[in-house]
Nanobody, 119 residues
């Protein structure tokens, strides 16, 4: 069974940086995308960044230039967040899309990690 575990969240001052990690365990037949989402009570869940199996990336427009998504050969995914602002405060989730078999697509979410930007 594939599982995602996020880490790296915490409390940071405005202007600071954090690096989130998403560790993937289990066997994946085919991995298509890894993405980071965030959720707050007021904004709901929104896509932050996504990276596909070819290394192509996309970002929420308002976050371009401050956030960077990357992945390693073990399919672990990272989100580097710089120049953090109080409005970046949210629970950040990692999401994987892919296939568990030739005709079995799935979507898996991590449990989330809290990021709080405050002085």
């Amino acid at each position: 069974q594939v599982q995602l575990v996020e880490s790296g969240g915490g409390l940071v001052q405005p202007g600071g940086s954090l690096r989130l990690s998403c560790a993937v365990s289990g066997n994946i037949f085919r991995l298509d995308t890894m993405a980071w989402f965030r959720q707050t009570p007021g904004r709901g869940r929104e896509m932050v960044a996504v990276i596909d199996s070819g290394g192509n990336t996309d970002y929420q427009d308002s976050l371009k230039g401050r956030f960077t998504i990357s992945a390693d050969n073990a399919k672990n995914t990272y989100l580097q967040m710089d120049s953090l602002k109080p409005e970046d405060t949210a629970v950040y989730y990692c999401r994987l899309t892919g296939y568990s078999g030739p005709i079995s697509p799935y979507e898996i979410w991590g449990q989330g990690t809290q990021v709080t930007v405050s002085s």
